[in-house]
């Protein structure tokens, strides 16, 4: 993959522990070292408010190079890719089922939130690689919290993948091409 140019909106889904962060570093530093952008942004969406949570960010963190430029965002998504915007450095959203998680624990109009990144995507200067967790896959969740978040996370995964020109899942670090 090294030297071709990043798509305008890439989505990578996977489980837990998939390797889709992995891959979505990956694929953005194969085209750092094809010299075909000078450096990237991460985009975290999480909060460090447990030890297990901050050893989680450190092992994301100690695997990333210098080349990375860190933006710590975990409720204003639209507002942190619009101003880190530029055609030259790629931004990496990790993870979009984190920041769902942030809206719904502090109230936010989800429905809303996922319009406005779906309408900022539509024509971001990109490149920028979205990773979400695709939760659809099990039993239905006993409880109408994790319900509304297995729901919201569904659809909120159809209107990025919606826009996206290429969509990865990714199952024991593997990537299968959804969309390209």
């Known amino acids: 993959m090294s030297g071709k140019i990043l798509p305008r909106v890439t989505l990578i889904l996977g489980g837990a522990r998939s390797g889709k962060s992995r891959h979505a570093e990956q694929l953005i530093e194969s085209a750092l070292a094809g010299e075909l952008y000078e450096s990237a942004t991460y985009l975290a969406t999480a909060e460090a408010l447990d030890g297990e949570m901050k050893a989680r960010i450190a092992e994301h963190r100690a695997r990333r190079g210098p080349v990375w430029h860190t933006v710590e965002e975990p409720l204003d998504l639209v507002g942190a890719l619009t101003a880190n915007a530029d055609p030259a450095r790629p931004i ?3 993870c979009l089922t984190l920041w769902l998680g942030n809206l719904m624990g502090v109230g936010r109009d989800v429905d809303a939130e996922t319009t406005a990144l779906a309408a900022r995507l539509q024509d971001f200067g990109g490149p920028v690689v979205l990773v979400s967790n695709e939760v659809g896959l099990g039993i239905v969740p006993d409880n109408e919290l994790a319900r509304s978040f297995r729901d919201h996370a569904g659809r909120l995964n159809q209107a990025v993948a919606d826009i996206a020109d ?6 024991a670090g ?4 959804l969309k390209d």
Do not use: I, K, Q, S
Request: a neutral charge; hydrophobic letters at 70%; zero cysteines.
């Open 92 to 94: 990496l959203v990790d």
């Open 166 to 171: 290429r969509v990865l899942f990714v199952a």
């Open 174 to 177: 593997l990537p299968l091409t």
